[in-house]
């Protein structure tokens, strides 16, 4: 299993918030994202990073920001939660020979009151 | 940009049973092509991928999928099905290796084997 983690696992909190994920790599992967799954949608895409100190948005990024100061944390931050924002939220990882394909922590269940 | 679309939300089908989950595609460019499994409570995994060549591609776990370049298409089918493929499968594609690597998903089919 690539070698990533997600904290914390699972987090109740109130609308208006803040809350930070974090998505830990020890693969030493140059390319990290954050998804979120939700019924109905599949996973869609919120930020994603092609290095340290360089992010970018996805297709649903409002309300969210990111931060990559080293090459194996990813943090996604909601400055604010709403109760859209209820969902689980899973890290990807991908290097220079995986040919496409993405590597997944175990996701983040969060639940916004 | 790319799309995917999934017709089908959920699949149920008897234990030794064939089934095909269908994913349709939308590109303006060539694209890599994936499926991915998600077992309750846990990550996705990869099951295939269909990067170049051959248009049969065969994954883990006896599934296998063919690549339609003309009707835009990547099928997913397992001759005999188990108790244990019980899971939600999710089609994604993404453009070739150009430095943009993210994927994008279809909405998810959920697999019901039932006995």
């Known amino acids: 299993d690539a070698g990533i983690t997600q904290s914390p696992r699972h987090k109740v909190t109130e609308t208006g918030t803040p809350v930070t994920l974090r998505c830990h790599q020890t693969?030493?992967?140059?390319?990290m994202y954050w998804y979120r799954q939700d019924p109905g949608h599949g996973l869609r895409l919120i930020h994603y990073?092609?290095?340290?100190?360089?992010?970018d948005k996805g297709e649903v990024s409002d309300g969210y920001s990111v931060s990559r100061s080293k090459t194996e944390d990813f943090l996604l931050t909601l400055e604010s939660a709403t109760s859209s924002q209820t969902s689980v939220y899973f890290c990807?990882?991908?290097?220079?020979?995986?040919?496409?394909?993405?590597?997944f922590g175990e996701g983040s269940r969060l639940t916004v009151l | 940009a790319q799309s995917v679309t999934q017709l089908d939300s959920q699949v149920p089908v008897f234990e030794e049973a064939p089934v095909e989950l269908r994913c349709n595609y939308s590109?303006?460019?060539?694209?890599?092509l994936f499926w991915y499994v998600q077992y309750p409570n846990q990550g996705l995994q990869l099951l295939l991928k269909?990067?170049?060549?051959?248009?049969l591609v065969k994954g883990i776990n006896g599934f296998e999928a063919e690549f339609n370049k003309s009707q835009t298409s990547f099928h997913l089918r397992k001759p005999s099905v188990h108790i244990s493929d019980t899971a939600e499968y999710f089609c994604?594609?993404?453009?070739?290796?150009?430095?943009?690597?993210?994927?994008?998903f279809g909405s998810g089919t959920r697999l019901q084997v039932q006995p």
């Open positions: 990807a990882i991908s290097g220079p020979d995986s040919a496409g394909e993405l590597f």
């Open positions: 693969e030493n992967h140059r390319y």
């Open positions: 990073s092609y290095g340290v100190k360089d992010t």
């Open positions: 590109s303006s460019v060539s694209v890599y």
């Open positions: 269909y990067l170049s060549g051959s248009t």
């Open positions: 994604a594609v993404s453009p070739p290796d150009t430095g943009r690597r993210a994927l994008t």
